[in-house]
């Protein structure tokens, strides 16, 4: 059957104007700190971006073709670092904006890396595990040029899981003819992984939310908490609180969520959704009812977790939202615009580039570690991630409070002083103009 050139336009969704907003961020932030005009001249567009089709057998002997991209956003600060996801809406926008947030989100935890990001426009639902793993070989294939430890470094992110990585890292070893684990990190422990991983993420914003536990007048024995997506970072975020006291009172998925005001147990509803596919129709401590995402988002309770897809929050319902906390563990949860008016209406937002940290300063050390070849344990791993986790939130809340600036903007002038440090040390205008 000759290939369907209409999937690929099909499946690749409009742009969303995300980066543009991006940048004008940047430029305000340039402006108010004083950063040299060189600076924002570079992180204005992505250094390059690679786009590729990427064709598969399908198990009726059918070829489908699936849109694709990889972006490395800047790499003045070191090779660039970022996730592939896979996910029906993925655009070329969300891909150099994901990469944009990498960048500063690198320079927020102090890696040598700068920011990058893939994607694949599927819905990974639709495929067999043969069909999934054609895929993600075919990724690697497309993109290996662009690949490398000290080029681009690859990650997981939605949809691609650990065993996706392995056959994407395996791939990765096969072109370049020797094992090359460093070339992509989130791999299963066996193939070279870090101990830490796989709730690395969730446990930097659970870490980061806890060290501001005083200041934001949080007691655990009473904090009520809300999760969107209880995927990798929602379930283990849920599964780190809930063992510290906090009461989880609503969690949900793609399908839709539940709402226990006695709490719900997230071991409980991850078995739920192991045995049917959801967490829908999984029982708490009290009268469990069955909510939409959206209800979700609106509930009153003390901190709210989206832990799924970018803007959840925007114009439309940020009225509507009653946490007193938003702990934002999915990349761009809340649009700028929505940002702006919770701010104004005293809500605390603990960002995406601080939040969700944690993932990729794990992801250094197993970087780190296949390349020394020596390997940590898990507590080792984690004492790293808590001191780095506390460090950088401490800076940002010190900003915040100092400069009076929420606390999202207060994260990306701390990134932006790092990165404004690596491109001004290659040379200013002041410099040449002196030589
Ligand atoms: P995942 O694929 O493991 O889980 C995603 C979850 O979101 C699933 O439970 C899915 O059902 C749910 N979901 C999808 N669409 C939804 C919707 N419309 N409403 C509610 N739930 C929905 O992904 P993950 O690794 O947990 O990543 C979640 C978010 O965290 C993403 O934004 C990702 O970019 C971000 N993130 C992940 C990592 C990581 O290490 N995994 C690191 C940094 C950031």
């Known amino acids: 059957m000759p290939t369907k050139k209409k999937d690929v336009e099909e499946n690749t969704p409009?742009?969303?104007?995300?980066?543009?907003?991006?940048?004008?961020?940047?430029?305000?932030?340039?402006?108010?700190?004083?950063?040299?005009?060189?600076?924002?001249?570079?992180?204005?567009?992505?250094?390059e971006t690679l786009a590729a089709t990427l064709l598969i057998r399908m198990d009726d002997g059918s070829r489908r073709a699936f849109q694709s991209w990889r972006c490395r956003y800047n790499d003045r600060r070191g090779p660039t670092k970022g996730g592939v996801r896979f996910h029906p809406n993925v655009s070329l926008d969300e891909i150099e904006t994901l990469s944009f947030w990498m960048t500063f989100k690198c320079a927020v935890a102090n890696l040598p890396f700068g920011g990058g990001k893939g994607g694949v426009c599927v819905d990974t639902k639709t495929l067999s595990a043969n069909e999934l793993e054609r895929l993600s070989r075919a990724y690697v294939e497309a993109f290996a040029p662009f690949i490398g430890p000290d080029r681009d470094i690859l990650a997981p992110d939605m949809?691609?899981?650990?065993?996706?990585?392995?056959?994407?890292?395996?791939?990765?070893?096969?072109?370049?003819g020797q094992a090359s684990p460093s070339a992509i990190t989130g791999k299963p422990l066996a193939f070279g992984g870090t101990n830490g991983r796989v709730?690395?993420?969730?446990?930097?914003?659970?870490y980061a939310l806890r060290y501001l536990e005083t200041a934001l007048a949080l007691d655990p024995n009473t904090a009520t908490v809300a999760i969107q997506g209880f995927g990798n970072v929602g379930f283990h975020c849920a599964k780190l609180l809930h063992a510290d006291g906090y009461k989880i009172v609503a969690i949900s998925d793609s399908a839709g969520g539940i709402y226990d005001p006695s709490g719900l147990d997230p071991l409980a509803v991850m078995q739920h959704k192991h045995e049917t596919g959801g967490v829908k129709g999984a029982k708490g401590q009290g009268k469990t009812k069955e909510i939409s995402n959206a209800e979700l988002l609106e509930l009153d309770c003390d901190v709210l977790v989206p832990a799924a897809l970018e803007r959840q929050i925007t114009l439309e319902n940020c009225d509507r939202i009653n946490a007193r906390i938003i702990l934002e563990m999915a990349n761009g949860p809340v649009s700028p615009e929505a940002d702006k008016k919770l701010t104004e209406a005293g809500q605390i937002?603990?960002?995406?580039?601080?939040?969700?940290?944690?993932?990729?300063?794990?992801?250094?050390?197993?970087?780190?570690?296949?390349?020394?070849?020596?390997?940590?344990?898990?507590s080792r791993v984690r004492d790293h991630?808590?001191?780095?986790?506390?460090?950088?939130?401490?800076?940002?809340?010190?900003?915040?409070?100092?400069?009076?600036?929420?606390?999202?903007?207060?994260?990306?002038?701390?990134?932006?002083?790092?990165?404004?440090?690596?491109v001004e040390a290659r040379g200013t205008p002041a410099y040449f103009e002196g030589s």
């Open 159 to 176: 949809y691609t899981n650990g065993i996706v990585i392995a056959w994407m890292a395996d791939q990765y070893s096969w072109i370049s």
């Open 349 to 378: 937002i603990v960002p995406d580039i601080l939040a969700n940290s944690g993932g990729v300063t794990v992801s250094h050390l197993e970087w780190v570690q296949n390349r020394s070849g020596f390997y940590w344990d898990s």
């Open 14 to 47: 409009p742009t969303t104007g995300m980066l543009a907003k991006s940048r004008e961020t940047l430029r305000a932030a340039c402006e108010r700190l004083n950063i040299h005009p060189d600076v924002f001249e570079e992180l204005k567009g992505p250094r």
């Open 385 to 422: 991630l808590k001191t780095t986790m506390e460090t950088e939130t401490q800076s940002i809340w010190t900003l915040h409070n100092e400069m009076e600036l929420s606390m999202r903007d207060a994260a990306y002038i701390h990134g932006l002083r790092r990165i404004a440090e690596s």
């Open 199 to 206: 709730d690395a993420t969730a446990r930097g914003g659970y």
